[in-house]
């Protein structure tokens, strides 16, 4: 079992709840305290905790193309859709490339890139209105984003790494949930999910530039020189940027405590692994009424 206080971060409790279901078949899942007043949604961030996965998978790897046994990575997802109470199809995965494509689902795509093939390419981020999709996407340091619509019903997540990032994933999704479903981001809720932080994530002085030229006037507290010629990039900020930037109230939004690349034992990390790692991933879904 894991508990909150394992994480680096003492203040955690703030932003996070852990709904620890190992002992009914599931996983344990961080879930944001901002969302617990929407009862019609389930929704959750996997931790490496629970799973069958050995090795440098170990334990719960979602991911079918790190090179982790199939069997394994099956399991991992049966044990996350009894967390979710789901099945796996009712799942429909991303087909993440590093975009800002987002692509409203119905319940006709559930079980895509799991249990039947995926017809679309180059999807970073999935939105829905229909009760019973499980929203997928699947992370290891770069930024997990949540969108709740509680007017209109309707959620999305999205995978945002850094050319995501400057891309505005955030405000894409935040646009197809409007043309799609009539959200309004005033009304709307939002969360940056654990992913790697400012003091973990080096990067060269071209991305940064990039990040500089985006973000005018946010300064060291999103690009902050170091002692070596890089740059501490912030993609927390950044993503809270873009979102409220996008009309997303503060106090509607959660923003993460928790880095990747600080806790590699209890979430996957590309940069604290050196590439040698599976996949956690993140979900949303309506809840199906019950008849």
Known sequence: MINLQDFKYTDTRQVFTLDDQTAAGGVPLLKFR???QFEWISHGITTRAGGVSQGIFSQL?????????????DENFHRTATSLHAEVSDFVLTDQTHTAN?????????????????????????????????????FADCVPLFFIDPVHRAVGVSHSGWRGTVARMGRETIRVMREAYGSVPDEMYCAVAPSICQACYEVSEDVAEQFLEQFQGAGTQLC?????GKYQLNLWKANELVLLEAGIRREHLAVTNLCTCCNPKLL??????????????AFIKIKEEKG
């Not at 979602?62 to 069997?71: F, I, Q, V």
């Not at 996957?268 to 991933?281: Q, W």
């Open 34 to 36: 901002l969302f617990n």
């Open 61 to 73: 790897n979602l991911s079918y193309t790190r090179g982790d046994d199939k069997a394994a990575v």
């Open 102 to 138: 987002v692509r409203a689902v119905t319940r006709l795509d559930r079980g895509k890139g799991i249990v039947r093939e995926r017809d679309a390419k180059d999807i970073d981020g999935l939105v829905t209105n229909e009760p019973g999709v499980v929203l997928s996407a699947f």
């Open 224 to 228: 902050a020189p170091n002692a070596f």
């Open 268 to 281: 996957f990390s590309h940069r604290a692994s050196h590439g040698k790692r599976g996949n956690f991933g």
